[in-house]
């Protein structure tokens, strides 16, 4: 579903629309960013840890996410 949101807006980017509000863009690149930054601070630490990590960056990710959706 999100690879999908994310094809229409560039699909609607690229034909020239903008969003309204500069927002969209921030919680497109923490949406993007969150799991990847989760990832690489945490690859050399216990396995426990790491999975606490990846949940938090999930948790935000749905959340940014889920905000996003409810933008419009």
């Known amino acids: 579903m999100l690879l ?3 094809a ?3 699909g609607l980017l690229v ?19 969150a799991l990847p930054i989760a990832h690489a601070t945490s690859t050399n630490w ?14 935000i990710t749905l959340a940014v996410v889920g905000r996003l959706l409810q933008t419009g």
């Open 46 to 59: 216990v396995p426990r840890r790491r999975a606490l990590v990846y949940l938090v960056g999930t948790i």
């Open 4 to 6: 999908i949101t994310s």
């Open 15 to 33: 034909g020239g629309a903008r969003p309204r509000e500069a927002l969209h863009l921030v919680y497109a690149v923490v949406a993007l960013g």
């Open 8 to 10: 229409g807006g560039l």
